[in-house]
């Protein structure tokens, strides 16, 4: 079996190869790719040296599945050429979300949706993935009529240069910004790029992702996102209001029996959800869980995942295991 990984020599990327490794993909034959700066580059994989490839060149080595990392621009127009060539494309950028035709997937909540002929299959939004994670197995039960979401992300979500701003600002050192501002000892209110409405990019995929993933147009969704200085991982604030009563005892089991989420939750030893905490893991960790007395049928809950991990590589390639259990590729 051929993989191939578009974007390797990204920080996203990066964490793909480890994760590739970690879950047992030294045995297949993986081709990296990256950009045209980048060929030649040589990656350490499983005991073993990689040299950076050209796109095309891995397009034509005709691989079974092209996990992509390289952004919008680069999906959309490399992943139909590996599409025709009959390899299932896992794209992490926002390119190919909000397509009706194109699967929305993360594996514990919807794998089921896929079917041999979806050669493009996109991955969601990192703080999109950990809150859906977390909500799925609670709109079943209670069915969700509306969210109220705060995001404090991590700068591991913008890159490698929001990163080395962060860093050279605890030094005191100069450095190239990703921010319009300083983000050490601060908070931006601000995801993405702003959008004609006052919202952010990143705050209309929250919204237009979970109803997709949950497959429910009916869900009414409010969302503000804020960088923060840390680099272990996402937290947010989500507010919870069901179309019925909820029993607190029932919400506990139901996240409990969630694979992949983590309940942290006893207040009494304040034990609790922290990036500090996630970063590393691939789990989604809940906590501070409680009712929302101020309005009838309402919870609050704080989630929070290492957005490198789950929001991106380690959810990419559940979906390449999830395809390869199915028997599509050999």
């Not at 594996?107 to 050669?119: E, F």
């Not at 006052?198 to 919204?207: F, R, S």
């Not at 947010?236 to 009563?245: C, Y």
């Given at each position: 079996?051929?993989?191939?990984?578009v974007?390797?020599?990204?920080?996203v990327?990066?964490?793909?190869l480890?994760?590739?490794?970690e879950?047992?993909?030294?045995?297949?034959?993986?081709l990296?790719?990256?950009?045209?700066?980048?060929?030649?580059?040589?990656?350490?994989?499983c005991g073993?040296?990689l040299?950076?490839q050209?796109?095309?060149?891995?397009?034509?080595s005709c691989?079974?599945?092209?996990?992509?990392?390289?952004?919008?621009s680069?999906?959309?127009?490399?992943a139909p050429?590996?599409?025709?060539?009959?390899?299932?494309?896992i794209d992490?950028?926002s390119?190919?979300?909000?397509?009706?035709?194109?699967?929305?997937?993360v594996?514990?909540?919807?794998?089921?949706?896929?079917?041999?002929?979806?050669?493009i299959?996109?991955?969601?939004n990192?703080s999109?993935i950990?809150?859906v994670?977390a909500?799925?197995?609670?709109h079943?039960?209670?069915?969700?009529?509306?969210?109220?979401?705060?995001?404090?992300?991590s700068?591991?979500?913008?890159?490698?240069?929001?990163?080395?701003?962060?860093?050279?600002e605890?030094?005191?050192?100069?450095?190239?910004?990703?921010y319009?501002?300083?983000?050490d000892?601060?908070?931006?209110?601000?995801?993405?790029t702003?959008?004609d409405n006052?919202?952010?990019?990143?705050?209309?995929?929250?919204?237009n992702?979970?109803?997709?993933i949950?497959?429910d147009?009916?869900?009414?969704?409010t969302?503000t996102?804020?960088?923060?200085?840390?680099?272990?991982?996402h937290s947010?604030?989500?507010?919870?209001?069901?179309?019925?009563?909820y029993?607190?005892?029932q919400?506990?089991?139901?996240?409990?029996?969630?694979?992949g989420?983590?309940?942290?939750?006893?207040?009494a030893?304040?034990?609790?959800?922290m990036?500090?905490?996630?970063?590393?893991?691939d789990?989604?960790?809940?906590g501070?869980?409680?009712?929302?007395f101020?309005?009838?049928n309402?919870?609050?809950?704080?989630?929070?995942?290492?957005?490198?991990?789950?929001?991106?590589?380690?959810?990419?390639?559940?979906?390449?295991?999830?395809?390869i259990?199915?028997?599509w590729?050999?």
């Open positions: 079996m051929k993989i191939g990984l974007g390797a020599t990204g920080l990327g990066s964490v793909m480890k994760v590739l490794e879950r047992g993909f030294g045995k297949y034959d993986l990296v790719a990256a950009s045209e700066r980048s060929i030649g580059k040589e990656i350490s994989f073993r040296t040299k950076v050209s796109v095309q060149s891995v397009i034509d691989v079974d599945i092209a996990i992509f990392s390289a952004g919008s680069a999906s959309l127009t490399y050429l590996f599409a025709a060539k009959n390899s299932f494309v992490n950028s390119a190919w979300r909000m397509y009706d035709h194109i699967p929305l997937i594996p514990q909540i919807n794998a089921d949706r896929l079917t041999y002929s979806d050669k299959i996109a991955n969601p990192c999109t950990q809150m994670m909500l799925a197995p609670l079943k039960a209670f069915t969700i009529k509306r969210l109220v979401i705060s995001t404090y992300q700068v591991t979500g913008t890159g490698v240069k929001a990163v080395q701003q962060l860093m050279c605890r030094k005191g050192e100069p450095c190239e910004k990703a319009p501002h300083p983000i000892m601060n908070v931006l209110p601000h995801g993405g702003f959008e006052g919202y952010t990019t990143e705050e209309t995929k929250l919204l992702e979970t109803r997709k949950l497959n147009n009916n869900i009414q969704i969302a996102v804020c960088r923060v200085p840390v680099t272990g991982g947010e604030a989500v507010n919870v209001e069901f179309a019925r009563e029993d607190l005892k919400v506990y089991e139901l996240l409990n029996e969630m694979p989420v983590v309940v942290q939750d006893d207040t030893n304040n034990i609790y959800p990036p500090i905490n996630a970063k590393g893991k789990e989604v960790f809940v501070r869980i409680r009712r929302d101020s309005r009838e309402c919870l609050n809950l704080w989630i929070v995942s290492d957005n490198l991990r789950k929001g991106a590589a380690t959810n990419a390639i559940e979906i390449a295991e999830y395809i259990r199915q028997g590729v050999k």
